[in-house]
């Protein structure tokens, strides 16, 4: 027998029902959660301090910054300019030295620009930035756009975060405005130096952060000229100094 319209109607009715529960069921889960709240964003938040963390080339930056106890690159609201020393620019000091001395955070601070996010073509040759330490770093482009700070290359630019920017720096940190006897003990070419003015009990006698250029002689000078220097008494080293 035939059947009529509405009785072939009710027989899908069911299924349709199910069907539009389905879909409702669907709409309210995905719209909020239980108590009525949007659901969480997915969006991940890359952080200056993140990348630095995360990178090969910048581990000892990393280790340093735990050291100092340094967050303020893990800030979501502000913009930062990061001048980043890579592991092969620490190779030039004496990174035990540095991790073990209250400059540290100081010397990190040098490194970066708060405020404002970076970019290479937002740098310009003669160009004076003010650094989280309260110090000036000088940009220096040269005719084909190579971009250093301080003298020191970048060397892998535009490291982009959602809270700033960083530039790799490959040559040698920033040590900024130290004191000498900073310098001395974190720069890896002056360690027989330091030897030698901690040997003679002269440390307190080396000049403070307004020396000007010190012309220092490297650890083959010093161990080359060992034999005079132990002929000197501690005035002649002092004032070979």
């Known amino acids: 027998m035939m059947r009529t319209y509405p009785e072939r109607l009710f027989q899908f009715l069911p299924l349709f029902l199910l069907g539009l ?3 409702l069921s669907g709409c ?52 930062y ?13 004496n990174v035990d030295a540095l991790l073990g ?17 970076l970019r290479s073509g937002d740098l310009s040759d003669g ?3 003010t650094t989280l330490a309260g110090q000036d770093l000088t940009v220096e482009v040269d005719e084909s756009g190579n971009v250093s700070v301080e ?16 530039h790799g720096i490959g040559d ?8 000498l006897t900073n310098v001395l003990q974190f720069v890896s070419e002056t360690q027989e130096l330091v030897s030698v003015i901690v040997a003679r009990g002269l440390a307190d006698g080396i000049g403070g952060s307004d020396v000007g ?16 220097i132990d002929t000197l008494s501690d005035e002649e080293v002092q004032s070979v100094l």
């Not at 400059?103 to 996010?117: C, F, N, P, R, T």
């Not at 250029?213 to 005079?228: D, K, W």
Request: charged letters at 20%; hydrophobic letters at 35%.
């Open 127 to 129: 160009q004076t930035l």
């Open 213 to 228: 250029t010190v012309f220092a002689p490297n650890n083959s000078a010093v161990s080359g000229n060992s034999e005079t």
């Open 21 to 23: 529960a389905l879909v």
């Open 81 to 93: 300019t990061v001048f980043a020393p890579t592991d092969d620019a620490f190779n030039a000091l």
């Open 172 to 179: 040698k940190p920033l040590l900024g405005n130290q004191e």
């Open 28 to 79: 309210d889960s995905s719209g909020s959660n239980d108590d009525g709240d949007p659901p969480p964003s997915d969006d991940v938040v890359v952080t200056i301090d993140s990348l630095v963390s995360e990178s090969d080339n910048f581990t000892t930056l990393n280790q340093a910054l735990e050291a100092a106890n340094v967050t303020a690159l893990d800030d979501e609201n502000t913009n």
């Open 101 to 117: 001395s209250d400059a540290l955070g100081s010397v990190l601070q040098y490194h970066v620009i708060e405020g404002d996010s």
């Open 151 to 166: 003298g020191s290359p970048v060397t892998d630019a535009d490291i982009t975060a959602d809270n700033g920017v960083i």
